[in-house]
């Protein structure tokens, strides 16, 4: 028994000092086992810390097409902490971001590429910009878009490039804005314009890139292209038969679409009446259906792949007493 009793002590004693010279094995495994994981979840030099954001969540970019209520999304995600859109590039008093974190110097010269880059589409946006300088990079991209009739109007009422814009300095109102024959011939000539531009513009790239380099009085693009307003939403929405918006919302059905889109993020977030938009018109008094033949004809032409990608329907003429929808006859 007491034999016994004693090769049990010595047991114990055996293990005990097993168990001491294992322990700081054990100790050193467990700290690099942390390190390896702290070291994947840190970027390092080459990666961006949009990379690292994306290891944890899906994070969601505001892509903003001109005219489809980009402005009220970029106020509420600032009043909820989160940076969209232009508010990623400078601090805007009316919207309410004060944070902007991508580095940013407007360029002196027309660019349809790096003027105002929150309204550049990403297929271009991708090749003018490395992954620090592009708010895009690893995140799920959601976008509004709008009948073409309806935005085109938006487009005539716009404060800053639309027919006598009231924030333009040098602005005469020397014409009735609400006469449907001035608003007609502004459009047509508008529209037929932008074409032409957007068109020189892809004859000079192969694969998306610019070829170009730009500068003061230097191969400098069309105004009316760098300011990228009424450019085909199609443009934003895909680069060539690829997808790149993931998320794309309805300006006719924008509170609900957005609200569902939040909750699939998990952001509480909400936008305000449309009537309450940072920049709303009030005098707008023209709309769709004062739009004649003749400038339905050139939108149709121009934005032939909007209303096929986005299933908005495309007449010749709007008929008195006839209904027409600006809902989209399919979604996306």
Aim: neutral net charge; proline residues 5%; glycine residues 6%.
């Amino acid at each position: 028994m007491v034999s016994n009793m004693v090769l049990i002590r010595k047991g114990k004693k055996g293990f005990s000092s097993s168990f001491s010279r294992i322990k700081p094995v054990m100790i050193v495994v467990s700290i690099l086992m942390f390190c390896s994981l702290l070291s994947k979840l840190i970027p390092t030099s080459s990666e961006t810390i949009v990379d690292a954001k994306s290891k944890f969540a899906r994070r969601l970019e505001f892509v903003h097409i001109t005219k489809t209520g980009g402005s009220a999304i970029e106020k509420a995600g600032a009043a909820h902490g989160i940076i969209w859109g232009a508010c990623h590039y400078m601090n805007i008093t009316d919207v309410g971001c004060f944070s902007p974190d991508v580095p940013y110097t407007a360029p002196n010269y027309q660019s349809y590429a790096k003027t105002s880059p929150w309204h550049t589409p990403p297929k271009v946006l991708k090749t003018q910009y490395n992954d620090n300088e592009n708010p895009y990079v690893g995140a799920d991209l959601f976008a509004v878009i709008r009948n073409p009739y309806d935005r085109v109007v938006s487009e005539y009422y716009c404060p800053w490039l639309g027919f006598q814009p009231k924030f333009r300095k040098d602005t005469k109102y020397e014409k009735d804005p609400n006469d449907p024959k001035v608003m007609n011939f502004w459009v047509r000539d508008m529209v037929t314009r932008l074409e032409k531009s957007l068109g020189e513009y892809k004859a000079t790239q192969k694969d998306g890139d610019q070829k170009l380099e730009q500068g003061k009085g230097l191969n400098e693009d069309p105004y009316n292209l760098a300011q990228k307003h009424f450019v085909n939403q199609a443009e934003y929405a895909y680069d060539g038969e690829e997808k790149v918006i993931k998320n794309v919302i309805h300006y006719e059905n924008l509170s609900s679409e957005f609200l569902t889109l939040m909750k699939e993020y998990d952001l509480d977030v909400s936008l305000p009446p449309k009537s309450e938009g940072t920049y709303t018109n009030a005098e707008k008094k023209l709309t769709h259906l004062d739009l004649d033949e003749e400038s339905i004809a050139v939108i149709n032409r121009y934005a032939a792949a909007e209303f096929e990608a986005f299933g908005y329907e495309m007449v010749k003429k709007f008929e008195p007493g006839v209904a027409y929808s600006l809902n989209a006859i399919k979604k996306e």
